[in-house]
């Protein structure tokens, strides 16, 4: 039965043809015209405000992501973005065991702070085993070791005038450093750790070392890695290009991650 | 199938009108289509960022997936468990309308955008999710208050019966369609499949869609419960988008055999030519 029965490839590759011919693929890349004019991407954006002000509405303050036991860990938990910051100077803390590693904590703050480690750890310390939802789809859940957010915020003395709290971080991606921001709300929230551990040991590089953020109920990218500036603003508007994260300034994804 | 219970007047000029869809019922299926014809290919995209399906709580490359769409360098394939299909030229490894092969998952004729997009993807799926949960919400009550579900899509005790559900599964096949009063409402196959979508398939594809947000999974904690995990909801929530894209297909296919012209009129304007009864 060979002979005339076109193998599949290659009828394929007709009915793209034919599809071309009846002038299909025009209308898809009116599609994507669409896609990009600025008034749709403008109201593609009321999406984003109505998920952020429903759930802001309809979800407690305090309201706690799952935690899990051991027994529900990932086997092996997926690292993703930057694995391994490059230039000399992170190399330099690598050797040193981050014994040099600072995080400064900035902004509208009465007391400005330059913590070390060994200061985070000597803060009081909560473990939580959580699900981490990567934008893409997948998750793995771990169980990360570190300080409150609120108890470094308070050591601070963050004033009543912040809106948002602004995470830099030491790995550059392309033209710049990456950075993520989150309003007060997540900010104060217990579940909203600095993490230095992954699963009782010292959190690998790959990970985010020697510190990275946990906000648990928002999407991977908001969970800042290599952490080492927190700052205290009153708005995005001047931090990089206006919408408070390195991956919402550049392809526009949504600042509000919890959905 | 079911005997008219009121006589269609005899010898009347022209065809019988009959008012079957109200303004509610025309409204909400045209904006619902094209609403999930956009879920749909958005979906596409947003899955193409990560091809793979896993039951459970979590899933994530170095762990089993149930279904996976893939590419090697010169192939495109299709996994379902053990079962691999080659998919070359479809999904997994196809070519764009530049000519350039792309290995994404579903093609760019599929998806919204056409060009890979994770970001754009989700910003058309999480807008039009809010237009379908709206639009569901506003016709469900209708539905429920307004009496199209009582009198229209309420299953009666004698349709329950496996001979009458099986006399309208044979005539569906024979392409028999119900002729004069009888075709005014609908049968036992059409209720139950607009009943399965209505309450059923589009309430599901809404509440496996929350269960993956972690916002909603802190709100509401026992969605993970209901649905076994976050990743079996986002299975879950892929097999009933397909089994909505097959609804659709036999829906179109049906429309097409019942007579294109008067079905799509009757969405429109809400008045159906009752097809005549043929003279014996």
């Known amino acids: 039965m060979s002979g005339i029965v076109l193998p599949r490839r290659q009828l394929i590759a007709r009915a793209g043809g034919l599809a071309a011919a009846a002038g299909v693929l025009p209308l898809l890349s009116g599609c994507d015209a669409i896609n990009d004019a600025p008034a749709v991407r403008k109201i593609l954006s009321m999406g984003e405000e109505m998920s952020r002000a429903s759930q802001r509405a309809l979800i407690d303050r305090g309201a706690l992501a799952r935690e899990f036991g051991r027994a529900d860990l990932s086997p092996y938990f997926r690292p993703n973005g930057t694995r391994l910051p490059a230039g000399a100077d992170y190399a330099a803390h690598v050797a040193s065991g981050f014994a040099d590693w600072r995080v400064r904590v900035t902004g509208l703050v009465a007391r400005p702070l330059s913590l070390s480690m060994a200061d985070i750890r000597a803060m009081p310390q909560r473990t939580q085993i959580t699900r981490h939802d990567c934008v893409e789809g997948w998750s793995a859940i771990g169980g990360w070791t570190g300080v409150q957010l609120s108890h470094i915020l308070a050591a601070a003395g963050v004033s009543e005038s912040a809106r948002h709290i602004v995470f830099r971080c030491a790995d550059r991606l392309g033209d710049a450093l990456y950075y993520e921001s989150c309003d007060m709300v997540d900010a104060r929230h217990p579940q909203t750790i600095m993490a230095w551990a992954l699963n009782g040991a010292v959190l690998p590089i790959a990970n985010g070392a020697p510190l990275r953020l946990r906000i648990e109920r928002q999407l991977g990218y908001k969970h800042a890695k290599y952490v080492n500036a927190i700052e205290a603003v009153a708005s995005l508007d001047s931090i990089g290009a206006g919408k408070g994260g390195y991956w919402e300034d550049r392809i526009d994804y949504e600042w509000y991650a919890g959905i | 199938m079911a005997e008219a219970e009121t006589p269609v007047a005899p010898e009347r000029p022209g065809p019988v009108r009959v ?15 094209a609403t999930l014809l956009i879920l749909l290919m958005s979906g596409l ?57 792309q290995t994404w998952a579903f093609p760019g004729w599929a998806t919204i955008p056409t060009r890979y997009s994770l970001a754009d993807g989700r910003r058309w799926h999480l807008l039009f999710a809010w237009m379908l949960s709206i639009g569901l919400t506003l016709y469900m009550s209708w539905a429920l208050l307004g009496g199209h579900l009582r009198k229209d899509l309420h ?22 369609f119900p002729r004069g009063e009888a075709a005014a409402r609908y049968g036992i196959l059409q209720k139950l499949s607009y009943v399965g979508v209505i309450f059923v398939a589009l309430p599901l594809m809404i509440a496996t869609g929350l269960t993956m947000s972690p916002g909603m999974n802190a709100a509401w904690p026992w969605l993970l419960d209901v649905f076994g995990g976050r990743q079996s909801a986002r299975s879950i929530h892929f097999i009933t988008a397909w089994a909505l894209v097959a609804f659709f297909l036999v829906h179109i296919a049906m429309m097409l055999l019942a007579g294109p012209v008067n079905e799509i009129r009757s969405m429109i304007t809400g008045w159906f030519r009752l097809p005549p009864e043929k003279q014996a």
Do not use: C
């Open chain 2, 19 to 33: 008012y079957r869809h109200r303004l509610p019922t025309r409204i909400w299926h045209w904006i619902n289509a």
């Open chain 2, 45 to 101: 995209m947003i899955f193409n960022a990560h091809p793979r399906l896993y039951w459970g709580e979590y899933g994530a490359n170095f762990d089993r997936a149930w279904l996976v769409i893939g590419s090697t360098p010169d192939s495109g394939y299709l996994r379902i468990g053990d079962y691999r299909i080659e998919t070359t030229g479809v999904l997994g490894r196809w070519t764009d309308a530049q000519g350039a092969v």
């Open chain 2, 155 to 176: 299953v009666r005790r004698a349709e329950w019966s496996p001979r009458h559900i099986w006399q309208d599964v044979k005539d569906h096949a024979r392409l028999r």
